[in-house]
T-cell receptor, first 112, second 111 residues
Framework: DAGVTQSPTHLIKTRGQQVTLRCSPK?????VSWYQQALGQGPQFIFQ???????QRGNFPDRFSGHQFPNYSSELNVNALLLGDSALYLC???????????FGSGTQLSVL | TQLLEQSPQFLSIQEGENLTVYCNSS?????LQWYRQEPGEGPVLLVT?????EVKKLKRLTFQFGDARKDSSLHITAAQPGDTGLYLC???????????FGDGTTLTVKP
């Protein structure tokens, strides 16, 4: 049973570029949440997708957008990258109404 | 804004010692989770506490939720090098997917 998988594992971009990160949830899970973890800090909630719609959103600008596909996989898109967007981006999945979050290993994004 | 403060930020101890780390909030959460994160990996859930005053044990780890459901502690007995990692607490309302995390305690256990 595969857990939460994220791709790519590492990514280097330059300021102003756009990036797409991908996530496949754990089998049987239909809800995907995205988090940003800056160095030395805890994860911060970006948004959550359920039934292909954004259900909840944290305090992140519109440059951060997402999508969920019918197979429950999800993408995180970040436009007009800033140096401050450099972080570990984590995807977490859960079954609907579930209390437990299962995290992937993350995508380490470096913006130069 | 709900905030979770964890202390200490860093802790370095010798194998066999006991330790306690703390998680304090200005707000009440429906549940509180403790995670452990290793470098290059995502957080792994250790425990969820829901009821005020609740105590849960996981081998050498003891988790306590405060009576007012605003604070929690994690006590490790006879720490081992394998306990090394970043310990994060997170509070959730009815939606576990939208959790508020503290900045964690980085624990190093030296052989």
């Amino acid at each position: 049973d595969a857990g939460v998988t994220q791709s790519p594992t590492h990514l280097i971009k330059t300021r102003g570029q756009q990036v797409t990160l991908r996530c496949s949830p754990k089998s049987g899970h239909d809800t995907v949440s995205w988090y940003q973890q800056a160095l030395g800090q805890g994860p911060q909630f970006i948004f959550q997708y359920y039934e292909e719609e954004e259900r909840q959103r944290g305090n992140f600008p519109d440059r951060f957008s997402g999508h969920q596909f019918p197979n429950y996989s999800s993408e995180l898109n970040v436009n007009a990258l800033l140096l401050g967007d450099s972080a570990l981006y984590l995807c977490a999945s859960s079954p609907v109404g579930g209390e437990k979050l299962f995290f992937g290993s993350g995508t380490q994004l470096s913006v130069l | 804004t709900q905030l979770l403060e964890q202390s200490p930020q860093f802790l370095s101890i010798q194998e066999g010692e006991n330790l306690t780390v703390y998680c304090n909030s200005s707000s009440v959460f429906s549940s509180l989770q403790w995670y452990r994160q290793e470098p290059g990996e995502g957080p792994v859930l250790l425990v969820t506490v829901v009821t005020g005053g609740e105590v849960k044990k996981l081998k050498r780890l003891t988790f306590q939720f405060g009576d007012a459901r605003k604070d929690s502690s994690l006590h490790i007995t006879a720490a081992q090098p394998g306990d090394t990692g970043l310990y994060l607490c997170a509070g959730a309302g009815t939606n576990a997917g939208k959790s508020t995390f503290g900045d964690g305690t980085t624990l190093t256990v030296k052989p």
